[in-house]
T-cell receptor, first 115, second 113 residues
Framework: EAGVTQFPSHSVIEKGQTVTLRCDPI?????LYWYRRVMGKEIKFLLH????????ESGMPNNRFLAERTGGTYSTLKVQPAELEDSGVYFC?????????????FGQGTRLTVV | AQSVTQPDIHITVSEGASLELRCNYS??????LFWYVQSPGQGLQLLLK??????LVQGIKGFEAEFKRSQSSFNLRKPSVHWSDAAEYFC???????????FGTGTRLTIIP
């Protein structure tokens, strides 16, 4: 069974440009989460999808970040325009359903460098 | 607000030696506690988790963790480390049944021969 897959693994962009990160969750997983780790700091929650709906986006840093989940399958996280402080590793995770003893499976992350 | 503290940024141990990674948490409700590991080039892998029951939890790869409510701690241990254990380890806390997790800053483990 394929795990959580993230594309690209690494992206280097200039300040002011746009970048789109993609996450393919494990098939059948309704829950999809985005997290971010800024260099040397903790991994922080960004948002949570249940199928195609945003359940909780309290961690999104500002309106330069836009997350979508088309048809409840894969998700994209777009940063437009990118700023230097957006650099970090973006993780995606998925799990089967809420309210039960489930486990979140994480992807390998996308390392974003804004120069 | 919830928080997780991992006081050791970097730990170096000899192969075969014992290991203990510290984790302290602050959480308003009953915590659901996790330890994850990230090996180079890999995603976060769940080592073990605790919600209730026996306070000593066994995980994968020979790891265990002990929940101590009085100390708000959930330390990770391994009796004898292997070179393949070199990785970064993250402690996390969250609500039951929901993976909106609060992570610590991580502890990088280096193994020397």
């Amino acid at each position: 069974e394929a795990g959580v897959t993230q594309f690209p693994s690494h992206s280097v962009i200039e300040k002011g440009q746009t970048v789109t990160l993609r996450c393919d969750p494990i098939s059948g997983h309704d829950n999809l989460y985005w997290y971010r780790r800024v260099m040397g700091k903790e991994i922080k929650f960004l948002l949570h999808f249940v199928k195609e709906s945003k359940q909780d986006e309290s961690g999104m840093p500002n309106n330069r970040f836009l997350a979508e989940r088309t048809g409840g399958t894969y998700s994209t996280l777009k940063v437009q325009p990118a700023e230097l402080e957006d650099s970090g590793v973006y993780f995606c995770a998925s799990s089967q359903r809420q309210g039960t003893n489930t486990e979140a499976f994480f992807g390998q992350g996308t390392r974003l460098t804004v120069v | 607000a919830q928080s997780v503290t991992q006081p050791d940024i970097h730990i170096t141990v000899s192969e075969g030696a014992s290991l203990e990674l510290r984790c302290n948490y602050s959480y308003g409700a009953t915590p659901y506690l996790f330890w994850y590991v990230q090996s180079p080039g890999q995603g976060l892998q769940l080592l073990l988790k605790y919600f209730s029951g026996d306070t000593l939890v066994q995980g994968i790869k020979g790891f265990e963790a002990e929940f101590k409510r009085s100390q708000s701690s959930f330390n990770l241990r391994k009796p004898s480390v292997h070179w393949s254990d070199a990785a970064e380890y993250f402690c996390a806390v969250g609500p039951f049944g929901n993976e909106k997790l609060t992570f610590g800053t991580g502890t990088r483990l280096t193994i020397i021969p």
